[in-house]
């Protein structure tokens, strides 16, 4: 059962433009949810993450939105850059008493900014 | 800027021969985390250890996995024997803090091909 999924396995966009990366989610006890950005032949890096007490997050260029009654979250990229070419994972990790922080990745979603 | 260090960052093994790969955590860094990556997935949690103890090994297939941080700090994973299906990025992670401590940070990977 893919508890985190992310639908579209590639995205295109042309550089200056804006890219929308989305993530959903069937588990209503995950309540912190971020993006990894990762490179081929390296170690995912974070980029953002947010908390389900909130709505939105920024930072620069890029912003997480969270739609809880629709268990969906996006990652905006605004302006995208040829440098943001790379493989987005969301994860998310929840409430219970079981919890370790362990985080549940979607497949990720392959980003081509062309210039 | 500290980093999670890895190594090797690369392994060819036959199958039925033993691999070992060592993790060193971002200093200070109490929570350890062992992921599989397979080729066009998100990466997997393996083990977790808080400090020197393990806190979930519930994904690790301990036939012929083992994980060890005998001292809280830098961890080692083996696999023996390997088996074609293990070919995969094996990626270690640390957190601050407690094990909800929020943003996990990525080493590089080891990318192993059983033969």
């Known amino acids: 059962d893919q508890q985190v999924k992310q639908n579209s396995p590639s995205l295109s966009v042309q550089e200056g433009r804006i890219s929308i990366l989305n993530c959903d989610y069937t588990?209503?006890?995950?309540?912190?949810f971020l993006w990894y950005k990762k490179y081929p032949a390296e170690g995912p890096t974070f980029l953002i993450s947010?908390?389900?007490?909130?709505d939105k997050n920024e930072d620069g260029r890029f912003t997480v939105f969270l739609n809880k009654s629709a268990k969906h979250l996006s990652l905006h990229i605004v302006p995208s850059q040829p440098g943001d070419s790379a493989v987005y994972f969301c994860?998310?990790?929840?409430?219970?008493?079981?919890?370790?922080?362990?985080?549940?990745f979607g497949q990720g979603t392959t980003l081509q900014v062309k210039p | 800027e500290a980093e999670v260090a890895q190594s090797p960052r690369y392994k060819i093994t036959e199958k039925s021969q033993a691999v070992a790969f060592w993790c060193d955590p971002i200093?200070?860094?109490?929570?350890l985390y062992w992921y599989r990556q397979i080729l066009g997935q998100g990466p997997e949690l393996l083990v977790q250890?808080?400090?020197?103890?393990?806190?979930?090994d519930s994904q690790l297939p301990k036939d012929r996995f083992s994980a060890e941080r005998l001292k809280g700090v830098d961890s080692t994973l083996k696999i023996q024997p390997a088996e074609l299906g293990d070919s995969a990025m094996y990626l270690c992670?640390?957190?601050?803090?407690?094990?909800?401590?929020?943003?996990?940070?990525f080493g590089p990977g080891t990318r192993l091909t059983v033969l």
């Open positions: 588990n209503s006890m995950f309540d912190y």
């Open positions: 947010i908390s389900s007490i909130k």
């Open positions: 200093s200070g860094h109490a929570t």
């Open positions: 250890f808080q400090d020197e103890s393990v806190v979930d």
């Open positions: 992670a640390s957190s601050l803090g407690d094990p909800r401590g929020g943003t996990q940070y």
């Open positions: 994860a998310a990790s929840g409430r219970g008493s079981s919890n370790t922080g362990k985080l549940i």
